[in-house]
């Protein structure tokens, strides 16, 4: 169709080895049902992968459609959204290493040894701190996240890294769960070592354990969770002031990953 201005029908499609009414039969056909349908459910991947913040692969994009009623194979997602080329995003490369140890404070004892597993909510929770940049400096984040159903449980914001910072989180997920006994996991950062955090965890009957120095791994879980917030809203953005920052962290956490981000470790359900 494209080379009709400067080739004769007939001729390309003696070259293609096609017949001239086969051709012009096949440019005045209607869509096929099929391919009406495909162009249907495309628009619908499209959509669901947009307002994933661009980040759902093939897994997350056929749960969603399943739980909205459709009946899909997974080769047929991934096959629609390869030919609209849509696709998910990887996680960050690198982990950030933000620990800080105070070398005058002893941290607590690892009671997790890596394994992140629970059978309940408010069994364990990891916590951790990142930085979010913005042309206006460091915004800091402090989480408290359940293991059981990987929801933010606790989460604060502020331009330092401070105690504070950690017991403000920590203080949210007291009052919103009220938890008996849990296990909180952490890095041996000095704000988690700290004498404040300390006693409000005795006083609120929270057992402390830390992973050991610079290894991510000892804290994977927390650390998955900045993964996919680097990935999907920090590196993909650019924050002129702290303010901005925080309303998008917040809009991130609340609205979308809390809410609705499917997670494989879930069966693909949202905290």
């Not at 307002?51 to 997974?74: D, K, T």
């Amino acid at each position: 169709m494209a080379n009709q201005a400067d080739l004769p029908v007939r001729t390309m499609c003696r070259v293609l080895g096609v017949s001239a009414s086969g051709f012009y039969a096949w440019r005045e056909r209607a869509p096929s049902q099929r391919s009406i349908a495909n162009a249907v459910m495309t628009e619908r991947i499209r959509q669901i992968h947009r307002n994933s913040y661009e980040s759902y692969g093939m897994p997350r994009v056929r749960a969603e459609l399943i739980e909205q009623g459709v009946s899909i194979s997974r080769q047929r997602v991934a096959r629609l959204m390869r030919e609209a080329r849509i696709h998910g995003i990887s996680k960050r490369r690198g982990f950030t290493i933000t620990t800080r140890r105070d070398k005058r404070q002893t941290p607590a004892h690892d009671l997790v040894n890596r394994r992140f597993h629970a059978t309940g909510p408010n069994q364990l929770w990891v916590a951790d701190m990142t930085y979010v940049p913005t042309w206006m400096g460091f915004l800091y984040l402090a989480v408290v996240i359940d293991v059981w159903s990987r929801r933010v449980v606790g989460w604060s914001m502020g331009e330092r890294m401070t105690a504070d910072l950690v017991l403000t989180a920590l203080n949210m997920a007291l009052e919103q769960r009220k938890p008996k006994d849990v296990i909180h996991h952490s890095d041996q950062g000095s704000q988690y070592t700290s004498l404040a955090f300390g006693e409000r965890c005795q006083q609120m009957q929270v057992r402390p354990s830390m992973g050991t120095v610079g290894d991510a791994y000892d804290n994977a879980m927390a650390e998955s969770f900045f993964a996919s917030l680097e990935g999907e809203l920090i590196e993909r953005s650019t924050f002129q002031n702290k303010a901005q920052a925080r309303m998008a962290v917040f809009t991130w956490i609340e609205g979308w990953y809390n809410p609705r981000r499917r997670h494989s470790g879930l069966g693909y359900l949202s905290p």
